[in-house]
């Protein structure tokens, strides 16, 4: 009967935890590489809460000279952030309003380069935080104090505060990771973009000094060809 007590705890203690692991979460992370074409305008839709905050960071890694407009909106439509030819940005907006914010890249201003931008979204769910201490309420009901396993409360709560380290540094591990492999891109294109340019500039001044000489070679010839005919 002992055993069987002991079993039905941990399965208890099992799901409960489980819950946790499912409530524990700080931000939502979301990162794009997109391609926008020359004279195109993208838009992108961010539903937020009120009270949260929105961390948007983001750089153009390819086309032309690497820049971009750039434009944050808030659910009434009225602009945030406004920047114009800017290779890269990261702002921060607290959220005032409830609904979908909009993130545009444009590019209408270049008629034949399109451009590649990375960039990444960062919600924090701040707002959320009462719906979670609501439902935490919830699953704590339903431990109390056991001597075959100790206190599940507390151990739950330790358990739950290192998911929710280890979650937030993981997340901020693939975000690091994310911007790495963006500013790699980037400065693969800047070097494939040099590497290039070095080349093509070398060929057409190879093909000019071939020219310059047979020409020099050329006009030498004709000073000492005289076809001019001495009469005697």
Excluded at 89 to 107: A, K, S
Excluded at 143 to 162: C, F, M
Excluded at 166 to 191: C, G, S, V, Y
Aim: with cysteine.
């Amino acid at each position: 009967m002992c055993l069987k007590n002991i079993s039905m705890n941990f399965w208890k203690f099992f799901m409960i935890l489980l819950n946790v692991t499912w409530l524990v979460h700080a931000y939502r992370d979301n990162d794009l590489t997109v391609e926008i074409s020359a004279g195109r305008k993208e838009c992108f839709y961010q539903p937020t809460k009120t009270g949260q905050s929105l961390e948007i960071e983001y750089q153009v890694i390819d086309g032309g000279d690497l820049d971009i407009d750039f434009r944050v909106s808030g659910p009434n439509g009225n602009p945030i952030v406004t920047e114009f030819r800017r290779n890269d940005g990261i702002h921060t907006i607290e959220t005032t309003q409830e609904g979908d914010y909009e993130v545009c890249f444009d590019n209408t201003f270049s008629r034949m380069t399109s451009k590649s931008v990375f960039f990444e979204l960062i919600l924090d769910n701040a707002g959320d935080i009462d719906e979670l201490e609501d439902e935490e309420g919830e699953w704590k009901k339903f431990v109390s104090q056991d001597e075959n396993i100790g206190d599940a409360l507390a151990s739950l709560e330790v358990a739950g505060e290192t998911l929710s380290q280890i979650k937030n540094n993981n997340a901020r591990t693939i975000q690091f990771q994310a911007m790495l492999r963006a500013l790699e891109a980037k400065d693969r294109h800047i070097a494939e973009t040099n590497f290039v340019k070095i080349n093509t500039w070398s060929i057409a001044n190879i093909v000019i000094m071939t020219l310059v000489f047979a020409l020099q070679i050329f006009m030498v010839r004709n000073m000492f060809n005289d076809k001019k005919k001495v009469r005697t």
